[in-house]
């Protein structure tokens, strides 16, 4: 490599990576163990008084899991990545490495549903308290700041409705306050937004969704700086929350094509809302590359790229919707997102189902809305199948 900063899909393809000593396979193996010996008592003692010195368990640590950790440091401009085995076991496992019983948290109200179910209705029962604020204004969040807050969390954009925070002025809120800020990036990726280099403390990802990118791997990745991830670190020892070296791998290869799959992803996103948007069958499209998202402007100042999530609202009642999602072709439908493969769903009936109808319309998600994860096919086929399928509502 070139002695100066390597760019993000080189760092992507060749961070972590090592010819094996052994066989000079270029590909990182799978270390499919859970253990690891020594040939003596030294070197065992040796290990177990400093864990970076060698391997002994895999719940630890694993050459595999090591592997992707490198590779995530760098392209997400972080001191320490640390994988885990789903979006949830990086989220809890970090969450609880920073609250103690008696703190508080200050949350945005828009977030992932399992997240909002953790902060909501777990925490409370171990005496942390959180504060879920509905705002996209950063200086709301500040102002519910108690002196026992230990968190500020958040995402952007928001599922389902693409709702932007203004990353850098969060970042700076939480350095004034000293308190660690901590934002799931699993929307946009570090391909397209980079809240470390904004002034955010820990990020986290779903690394299932575009990390990932091939809809085959549950993970997740909590990234940041020593201090704070040596505490994410214990946590994830004691709560265990690893992938298996195999999940790892896959994760490993996956984010290896991230910013090729990112642009066609973005450009997808672009092309399709651009249509939806003309469309005399849809109400409203949510995406915050359109000029008509109320935070375009905000989003043009972070983003690199808008990503691959649009939100619309399909003209008429339930009939409707069930005569447009029966009709398609090529997107799928079914949860989650970030895959090569377009995906979508009502998240009135998915994601968000557990919210009563009445905080489902003070959330702004009405049940004709749905969520389309675009994949990596190609934009005019995307486009056709949305336009049949559209045209087939009586
Ligand atoms: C934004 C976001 N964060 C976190 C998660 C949780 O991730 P996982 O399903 O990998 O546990 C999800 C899952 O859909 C998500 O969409």
Same mark, same amino acid.
């Given at each position: 490599?070139?002695?100066k900063d390597?760019g993000f899909s080189?760092k992507s393809? /060749?961070?972590g ?5 052994v066989?000079?396979?270029?590909? +990182?193996?799978?270390?499919?163990t @859970? ?5 003596d008592?030294? $070197?065992l003692?040796?290990v177990?008084a400093d864990?970076?010195k =060698?391997?002994?368990? +895999?719940?630890y640590?694993n050459? +595999?899991l090591e592997?992707?950790e490198k590779?995530?440091?760098?392209? #997400?401009?972080?001191q320490?990545?640390?994988?885990? $085995? @789903?979006?949830m076991?990086?989220?809890?496992s ?9 703190d ?6 828009d977030?992932y =549903?399992?997240t909002?179910?953790? !902060? ?5 029962? *171990?005496?942390?308290t959180?504060?879920l604020i509905?705002?996209?204004?950063a200086g709301r ?5 108690r002196?026992?807050?230990?968190v500020i969390? !958040? %995402?952007?954009?928001?599922?389902p409705?693409?709702?932007l925070?203004?990353?850098? %002025?969060?970042?700076?809120i939480?350095k004034?306050?000293?308190i660690p800020t ?5 929307f946009?990726t570090?391909?397209n937004?980079?809240?470390?280099? #904004?002034?955010?403390?820990l990020?986290? /990802? $779903?690394?299932t969704? *575009?990390?990932g990118? /091939?809809?085959?791997?549950i =993970? ?13 670190? @214990?946590?994830?020892y004691? !709560? ?11 994760l #490993?290869?996956?984010?290896k094509?991230?910013?090729v799959?990112?642009?066609t992803h973005n450009?997808?996103?672009m092309?399709?809302?651009?249509f939806?948007?003309?469309?005399? &069958?849809?109400?409203?499209?949510y *995406?915050p590359?359109?000029? $008509?998202?109320?935070?375009?402007e ?8 808008f990503?691959?999530?649009?939100s619309?609202e399909?003209? =008429?009642?339930?009939?409707a919707?069930?005569q447009f999602l ?7 439908l079914a949860?989650?997102l970030?895959?090569?493969?377009s995906?979508?769903c009502?998240?009135?009936l998915t +994601?968000h &189902? &557990?919210l009563?109808?009445s905080?489902r319309?003070r959330?702004?998600i ?5 969520r389309?994860s675009?994949?990596?096919?190609d934009?005019?086929?995307?486009i056709d ?7 087939s509502?009586?």
């Amino acid at each position: 490599m070139s002695p100066k900063d390597p760019g993000f899909s080189t760092k992507s393809v /060749h961070s972590g990576e090592k010819l094996c000593p052994v066989t000079g396979s270029i590909i +990182t193996p799978i270390y499919q163990t @859970s253990i690891f010996g020594f040939p003596d008592l030294d $070197s065992l003692k040796r290990v177990f008084a400093d864990h970076s010195k =060698g391997y002994f368990y +895999t719940r630890y640590s694993n050459p +595999t899991l090591e592997a992707i950790e490198k590779k995530l440091v760098d392209i #997400m401009g972080a001191q320490k990545a640390l994988v885990f $085995s @789903s979006g949830m076991a990086a989220l809890t496992s970090a969450i609880m490495s920073l609250v103690c019983s008696g703190d508080h948290i200050v949350s945005a109200f828009d977030i992932y =549903g399992g997240t909002f179910n953790f !902060f909501a209705n777990v925490l409370p029962r *171990y005496g942390v308290t959180v504060d879920l604020i509905e705002t996209t204004e950063a200086g709301r969040l500040a102002e519910s700041i108690r002196p026992n807050t230990k968190v500020i969390f !958040f %995402e952007s954009p928001t599922n389902p409705l693409l709702k932007l925070m203004d990353i850098a %002025e969060v970042g700076k809120i939480g350095k004034k306050h000293g308190i660690p800020t901590f934002m799931d990036n699993t929307f946009a990726t570090s391909f397209n937004q980079r809240p470390i280099e #904004m002034g955010i403390d820990l990020v986290m /990802h $779903s690394a299932t969704k *575009y990390l990932g990118g /091939h809809s085959d791997l549950i =993970g997740g990745v909590v990234a940041g700086g020593e201090e704070l991830m040596g505490r994410v670190m @214990s946590s994830r020892y004691v !709560f265990g929350g690893v992938p298996d070296p195999q999940s790892a791998w896959l994760l #490993m290869r996956g984010v290896k094509t991230l910013k090729v799959r990112m642009e066609t992803h973005n450009q997808n996103g672009m092309k399709v809302a651009q249509f939806l948007e003309k469309h005399p &069958r849809i109400d409203r499209v949510y *995406y915050p590359g359109l000029r $008509s998202h109320p935070q375009h402007e905000l989003g043009k100042s972070q983003m690199k790229g808008f990503g691959g999530m649009v939100s619309f609202e399909v003209e =008429g009642a339930n009939d409707a919707l069930g005569q447009f999602l029966g009709s398609l072709r090529i997107c799928q439908l079914a949860v989650s997102l970030g895959g090569i493969e377009s995906l979508i769903c009502p998240p009135a009936l998915t +994601t968000h &189902r &557990r919210l009563s109808p009445s905080e489902r319309m003070r959330a702004g998600i009405k049940d004709n809305l749905l969520r389309l994860s675009l994949g990596i096919e190609d934009s005019q086929d995307l486009i056709d199948d949305l336009d049949q399928a559209l045209n087939s509502i009586s």
